[in-house]
Structure formats: structure tokens, C-alpha cells
């Protein structure tokens, strides 16, 4: 067994008192791949931004070839130390070309700092020539399709002399085709005895490329196997197993579901335009209902919901309410037509900052107040009992909404739809950032909406124990597609897992799993 | 009803940046009676004062419109451009062209909308930047006008110089056409519903939208009436001078802008009011009539009216800073 390239022991890291990262160690070798999986939050992008220089660790210590130490300080010491980070966004520069982007910062210069081009495009050519043959030095990188951005920036860890590198989620954005060709080209890195981190929520991913594999759960090492001696199976639990973590109380006795309030009948993006493209969704809600819509990060839920609510116009949609074919092509239309959308992120997409609390809470549904004229003293009375009722705390309605706790602001924002009053309310990522107070009083607004006769409740969340107490019915969603629909009794973490991280496709999977997997 | 100061967007505790203009205008106004006590009697006087409002009048409407499109997040440099191109094309008319007065004058205010709309367009529905869109159409118009009118068109008929020189109460027609259109956009963005969607729009384009507020038909809407108000302050202001010149709008939408900074717009979007627009442009106008009082050279004009625009922009940021903490 040869010694590790990369060793760090005893990682810890927590913000403002919650501990993402619980002492957990890691290690690579040189020429392999190591997967790392997790379901989102467990503590990996953590773990790697540390071993970046991106964020400082709390304790721990990291060993690199000869190097040792508690950390790196910044993101550069990491990069000479040997660490090239492909980060999930990408941190290129799109109107520059290729070879300008391999060497931003560090172009190799003639006399007075002038930059030698020609050299420049020399250099890039010769290292394309490894990883990307087909890359032309003098492209454009906002002319390259998203895997050859990709190709271009491992190409630019690697001409930093990278001998760890980091890849986290490469492929949420590459086609089949792509992956392929991602996957050749990390072969051929790991023969040249660079040490792989890949970071994928794609169980089959994981199986077909990486020799080893760490499991993290919430902030914690759960296991290290070589992957040619583990399964699906085993990670999914190994990633979900609850163990100590108190999940929620399930929904008390559920009343029985009322008639169809919503049926989309299909929701289809045209093809090769978005991605995830969204493909022949279709879905039913009844009255009375909550229904969950799961899934990784990327599968489409959100824009799911965004087209249920008019705002992609792009999409072919063929959706009715209560048996009444709907017209959706815009936010308005939507409302109009009894829907309500509260946004995932409410800072970016969701609130007013600048503006008060009763403003805020009135903007859906300003006609209310008067089709010409202005009511303003109704639209405070409404602030006062909606602040009373949701218990949102801040000084007056007259403050601004920007300094509120994020659970305030979720309460205004569900202030604003509840005053709408849609028939359906679809909630992105209702708790997300909200502490676990505020969370309670959330869940317990959206079942007494739901129960109100002739209401329904869409929830997508990535907090399964979240999903799993509150939904009646679940709908897991994977790569723009629905996978499956689950019942209550048959909902679990690993039964969403398993129909979330699962891909259809001949991948080299052990054959005791492989009827287990849809 | 709600007192005024809850009309805008409510934001902080201190001084709204309009009664701090106020303030700064006041104090202005009594430091110059106290060092100049010699040429405060040449200021205050009522004949001085109806001349102050007489020349503001066409900046004060234009600063109207340019305050709601500021409120809804954008703004219009091409304005200056279009009431050059609407008083030239409006006399032409008349003049030229021989069409009976009224004609002319809906003919002018109707082109001063469809152009507005046209900036709207392409600002709403092709999303070219609004920066872009009405510079190319500050070009474009500015051209117009030269090519139609020359340098201008002059001695035009006097039923439509009434238009613009007859008085009530001591001041002059473009003053009240000011003081109506002041009080209808008050009004309009303080009471109705319709134009309090400005304020949503401005605050957060993506949240409007998604709360269902028509953010692509407010923006070609603003831009249409930002038109129509130029195309109106260009033909009051022919009207007032009995010639329509090609070049009286040059740089007039920069002061509009001022103003409306002045008067506590932001170019971020989601604040302003009518009021204080109508007091930016009153205080520039101020300003402007104590310098030509006091025969400072011109030149002093733009460097002391630059200088008062960072500095009241750079105190109120920094004071609104430290309530922030």
C-alpha cells in the first residue's frame, strides 16, 4: 500500500456555533479517485473549501506530499502547495479566450510587462494537447459548451501543477457524451498519478469512476470503502441512516384527500434549450393535500414550479384546475388562475428589502386595496393582523424587511401569499436558513393551509426529514424527469434517495444491486 | 389617511432625503441673505421668484416623468433630445406645414409618447439597457430635430405663443402646467395603485414579477408618459419663446437626473417622490439665480452645482450608513 498523497486528520469547522465538520479525517492517494458522498449539507463542500484554503479550518491538520500543516492561509498557498479546486460554479472568465483564462493573472510577459502573447498561446496549446485536444487556445470561452469550460479549467489546475484535484459535481451540467469524454480524460490523469477528489450526488457516477469511496453525514466520517467491495445500497444508508438525529413527528392522521385541484397533465421544456430540461412532468394534487416534490439540487424542481407559475415562458405546459383548463403564461395569470409561489431564495427573488414590512406583505395583492385609489389604512390593518397572527417579530410594520431574521422574512413572505389566498401554494424551500423555532411555526402555517377546505400545499424542499414529515405524497424528481411517486407509507429517506441519486443506464454496477435501482 | 412621509418608501428613521434638501435649501437661502444683504434685495423680490419658476418649468416636467421611471429602476437620457425634436416637429407643423394650432400641438404630444413608448420597447421587450437603448434615441432624435428645424423655427403664430406666455397671478402659463403636473404625479405615485407598482419594480425587478406586478408593461408605460411630459415641456417651452429651437433640450435630461438624485432618487430603483423632484429642480433653479446674481462667470456654475451634487449624495450615504449599524 503505497503512502497517502493527501492526508488531513481531524478536520473540524462550525459557524456561529453549529458544527459542520465533526473531526473527520480523509485521504488520497496518488492515481486514484476518491469519491465523496453525502447528501447535501453533510459537510463536503466544507471539507474540501478547507483543503482549498478557501475557508479556515477550526482544528485539524492537512499533510501534502512533504508539506504539513494546520492549514493553508488562502486559496493561493493551497494552489502552490499542489491543490486545484474545479469549483461548482465556475470561476472563469467567459468573454476571454482560452488561453487568457489558463493564465489569468501569471500571463508570461516580455520587458515592461508586456504580454507575450504567441508564448502564452504556445503554452496553452501544448497543455490542451493532454487534456483537450480539440480546445483551440484562441476560443472564446463563452463560445465553448459547458463540458469543454469545464475541460478548460481542470486544464488550469493542472498547469498549476496540481497534484490533488478537486472536482465538485463536474457533471450536473454535461451531457451522457460529456461525462464520457470527463471520465477519459480523469483516467488518463489518474495514470499520470494526480490524486482525484470527485464530489457527485450520482451514486452511478461514483461506481463507474472513482476506487474508493468516504461517506460524511452531518458533519461526520461515516465510512471509507473501496468501492469495488460496497453498493448502492450500502452508501444510500451509510448516507441517510438517521442514527441519533431526532427526525420530526409525521403528520398527524391525514385527512383524506379531496378531489383533484391540480392536474398537470405535462410540463415540457423544448429540447437542448435549458438545463435540467424538463421532460413530460405530470403530477396531481388534490384538495387537502400536501404533496412533496423531492430531489437533488439541479433535477428541475424549481423549475418545475417556476413554469407551474408562469414564469418560463419557454416551456409547454398543459395544466387544469379543478378540471378547468388554466392558461399560465405569466406570474399574474398564475394567480389569477388560484396558484401562489413563494421563492427559494427570498432575498434574491422573494422580498422587498428596502422596502416596509406592510408593503411587502400587500405587493400580490395590491387590487385589494383598490383598483385606483390606494387604501393605506387597509393595507396597515392587514400588516398589523397578519404580524399579529404569523407573530413576526420586528419593531413596526413600517420597517424595513432587510434586517429581519431570516425566519421573519420567510413569515413576511408567507404573510404576502396568504393574503393572496391562492387555492394552491407552492413553497420552495420553505425553511431554508430559518431557525428551528421558526421552522415549527412554518410547517404548522402550511398544514393549516392545506386543510382548509379547497386548499392544497406543493412543498419542494432538499431537507428530507422536512419532506418526509410533512408531505401526504411525495414526487421525486431526477434530471427533469419525474422518477417515481411515493405514498406516506411507503416514504423514507432511502426510498427518496434511491429514486433521486439512481440513473437509469448501463453503468458497471455489482448485479446484486442493480434490480434494486429503477 | 396615511401622512405623507409613509408615502414613499419608508426607510429609516432620519431625515428623508427630501427634508434634508429642504433643509439644505433653507440654509442656502439664509447664508446668502446674510453675507450678501446687498443682493438679497435684488433676490427677494416677486419678479425674481417668477422668473426662478418660469425657467424651471420646463426641467421641473421634465424631472417629473424622469422621477417615476428613476422610482421603477431606470431612467431616459434621450428626454433632453425629444422636447427639441417635439417643439421643432410641432412648430414645422404650424408653420410650415400650415396645420391649425391644435392640430399641431396633439400631433407633437402624441409623437413625444410614441417615442417614449418606442425607448420602452426596446427596454422592456428586446431588454437592450436602458442606458443604450435612449442614448441611441438621444442621437437619433437630436438628428431629427436638426434635420426638420435647422437651427430652429422661428416667429411662430401667436395663437400659439399664448400658449406659453399668458400669465395668471403674476406667473406664466408653463409655471401652472408645472404645478398641475406636479400635483397630479404627488397624486398619482403617493395614492393610486397603479403607479405604487413603480416602487415594487424598482426595489426588485425578479420579486415583482414573481408577486405578479406587470413589470414589462409599467416600464413601456413609464417611458411612454416620460415621452409624452418631454414632448409637453418642449411645446410650452416653443410656445413661451414663439421658436422652436433644435438644440434647447441639450443636456436637460442630465438635470432632470441631478434633480431627482437631488430630490432622493436612486439609481438602485424603489425611492423618490413628486415632491421631491419638484424641490431638486427648485433648488438647482435657486441656486442657479443667486450665482447670476452675484455675476459668477458661468463656467463656476457646473463646477459649484457638480460639487453640491457629491456632496449631498456622499452625506446622505454616509449617514445612512452609520443607521444601518
Known amino acids: 500500500m503505497d503512502a497517502p498523497l493527501l492526508q488531513m486528520r481531524g478536520m473540524r469547522k462550525s459557524y456561529g456555533g453549529v458544527e459542520v465538520l465533526k473531526s473527520v479525517d480523509f485521504e488520497v492517494r496518488a492515481g486514484e479517485v476518491h469519491a465523496l458522498c453525502g447528501e447535501n449539507g453533510a459537510g463536503k463542500s466544507t471539507l474540501m473549501n478547507l483543503l482549498a484554503g478557501v475557508v479556515a479550518p477550526d482544528g485539524g491538520e492537512i499533510t501534502l506530499g512533504n508539506t504539513r500543516c494546520a492549514a493553508f492561509a488562502h486559496a493561493h498557498a493551497a494552489q502552490t502547495a499542489g491543490v486545484g479546486m474545479v469549483f461548482q460554479e465556475r470561476s472563469l472568465f467567459a468573454p476571454l479566450t482560452v488561453a487568457e483564462n489558463i493564465y489569468a493573472g501569471r500571463q508570461p510577459t516580455r520587458s515592461w510587462g508586456v504580454i507575450d502573447h504567441a508564448q502564452m498561446i504556445r503554452n496553452a496549446e501544448r497543455l490542451l494537447a493532454e487534456t483537450a485536444p480539440d480546445i483551440s487556445p484562441r476560443e472564446r470561452l463563452q463560445d465553448l459548451s459547458p463540458a469543454h469550460q469545464q475541460m478548460v479549467e481542470i486544464t488550469k489546475a493542472l498547469s498549476l501543477d496540481a497534484r490533488i484535484l478537486i472536482l465538485d459535481e463536474p457533471t450536473a451540467a454535461l451531457t451522457e457524451t460529456e461525462t464520457t469524454r470527463l471520465f477519459d480524460l480523469l483516467r488518463r490523469l489518474r495514470s499520470r498519478e494526480v490524486g482525484i477528489v470527485y464530489i457527485s450526488h450520482r451514486l452511478e457516477e461514483v461506481f463507474q469512476i472513482s476506487d474508493r469511496v468516504t461517506v460524511l453525514k452531518d458533519g461526520a466520517w461515516q465510512a471509507t470503502l473501496p468501492t469495488h467491495h460496497t453498493t448502492p445500497d450500502e452508501l444510500i444508508r451509510l448516507m441517510v441512516g438517521r442514527g441519533l438525529a431526532p427526525s420530526p413527528p409525521p403528520r398527524a392522521n391525514t385527512v383524506p384527500a379531496g378531489p383533484p385541484l391540480l392536474e398537470v397533465r405535462r410540463i415540457s421544456d423544448p429540447p437542448g434549450l435549458a438545463s435540467p430540461c424538463l421532460q413530460e412532468i405530470s403530477f396531481q394534487v388534490r384538495e387537502g393535500e400536501i404533496i412533496g416534490l423531492a430531489g437533488l439540487a439541479g433535477a428541475g424542481r424549481t423549475e418545475t414550479a417556476l413554469t407551474l407559475f408562469g414564469a418560463r415562458r419557454s416551456a409547454q405546459v398543459l395544466v387544469e384546475m379543478a378540471g378547468q383548463p388554466v392558461s399560465l403564461r405569466s406570474p399574474s395569470e398564475a394567480i389569477d388562475a388560484g396558484l401562489g409561489y413563494v421563492s427559494e431564495d427570498r432575498k434574491e427573488s422573494g422580498l422587498f428589502l428596502d422596502m416596509s414590512l406592510r408593503r411587502n406583505v400587500s405587493a400580490a395583492s395590491l387590487t385589494r386595496f383598490g383598483r385606483w385609489w390606494f387604501d393605506d389604512a387597509g393595507e396597515k390593518r392587514v400588516a398589523e393582523e397578519r404580524r399579529t397572527s404569523l407573530r413576526i417579530a420586528c419593531r413596526d410594520v413600517e420597517q424595513d424587511t432587510a434586517h429581519l431574521s431570516g425566519g421573519n422574512q420567510q413569515k413576511v413572505l408567507l404573510a404576502r401569499w396568504l393574503q393572496v389566498d391562492p387555492r394552491i401554494l407552492i413553497v420552495d424551500e420553505p425553511t431554508r436558513g430559518v431557525d428551528v423555532g421558526a421552522k415549527a411555526e412554518v410547517h404548522r402555517l402550511l398544514r393549516d393551509f392545506a386543510a382548509r377546505p379547497g386548499h392544497a400545499v406543493l412543498v419542494i424542499s432538499s431537507d428530507l426529514p422536512e419532506i418526509l414529515s410533512l408531505a401526504d405524497r411525495i414526487y421525486v424528481m431526477r434530471a427533469g424527469c419525474i422518477a417515481g411517486e411515493l405514498s406516506r407509507a411507503e416514504a423514507s429517506e432511502e426510498a427518496v434517495m434511491r429514486l433521486a441519486a439512481a440513473r437509469q443506464s448501463p453503468a458497471p454496477l455489482p448485479s446484486s444491486s442493480q434490480d434494486r435501482l429503477a | ?325
Not at chain 2, 446668502?32 to 425674481?48: G, H, I, K, M
Not at chain 2, 437620457?77 to 412648430?91: I, R
Not at chain 2, 395663437?159 to 398619482?188: C, D, I, K, T
Not at chain 2, 417651452?237 to 432632470?256: D, F, M, P, Q, W
Request: contains cysteine; proline residues 4%; positive net charge.
Open chain 2, 1 to 325: 389617511m396615511s401622512p405623507p412621509a409613509a408615502n414613499a418608501s419608508p426607510r429609516r428613521v432620519g431625515l428623508s432625503r427630501e427634508s434634508g434638501l429642504l433643509l439644505l435649501l433653507v440654509v442656502t437661502v439664509v447664508l446668502f441673505r446674510l453675507l450678501f444683504p446687498v443682493s438679497w434685495q435684488q433676490f427677494a423680490t416677486f419678479d425674481n421668484f417668477a422668473s426662478v419658476v418660469r425657467n424651471m418649468a420646463f426641467e421641473g416636467i421634465l424631472a417629473l416623468g424622469m422621477m417615476l421611471l428613476m422610482i421603477g429602476g431606470t431612467f431616459d437620457l434621450s428626454v433632453g433630445a425629444l422636447a427639441s425634436m417635439v417643439g421643432v416637429v410641432t412648430g414645422w407643423l404650424m408653420k410650415e406645414a400650415g396645420w391649425p394650432v391644435p392640430f399641431a400641438v396633439a400631433t407633437g404630444i402624441a409623437l413625444g409618447a410614441a417615442s417614449g413608448f418606442a425607448n420602452g420597447v426596446v427596454v422592456a421587450k428586446v431588454r437592450v439597457n436602458a442606458l443604450i437603448t435612449t442614448l441611441g434615441t438621444m442621437g437619433i432624435f437630436s438628428g431629427v430635430a436638426l434635420l426638420i428645424g435647422g437651427p430652429g423655427i422661428t416667429f411662430l403664430p401667436p395663437s400659439f405663443a399664448r400658449l406659453g406666455q399668458s400669465e395668471w397671478l403674476g406667473l406664466q402659463a408653463p409655471v401652472w402646467l408645472l404645478a398641475v403636473l406636479a400635483l397630479g404625479a404627488h397624486v398619482a405615485l403617493a395614492h393610486t395603485r397603479f403607479f405604487r407598482q413603480f416602487y415594487y419594480l424598482g426595489s426588485n425587478p425578479k420579486a415583482a414579477y414573481l408577486s405578479g406586478i406587470p413589470v414589462e408593461r409599467l416600464q413601456m408605460l413609464g417611458f411612454a408618459l416620460m415621452g409624452l411630459l418631454a414632448g409637453l415641456a418642449g411645446i410650452v417651452y416653443a410656445a413661451r419663446v414663439a421658436t422652436a429651437s433644435s438644440t434647447i433640450g441639450v443636456g436637460k435630461e442630465l438635470g432632470a437626473i441631478t434633480a431627482c438624485i437631488l430630490g432622493g432618487a436612486s439609481l438602485q430603483g424603489g425611492r423618490g417622490t413628486a415632491w421631491g423632484a419638484l424641490l431638486g429642480v427648485l433648488f438647482v433653479a435657486l441656486l442657479q439665480n443667486m450665482l447670476l446674481i452675484k455675476q459668477v462667470r458661468p463656467e463656476w456654475q457646473g463646477i459649484i452645482l457638480g460639487a453640491v451634487l457629491v456632496f449631498a449624495v456622499g452625506v446622505d450615504s454616509l449617514l445612512n450608513r452609520k443607521q444601518s449599524r
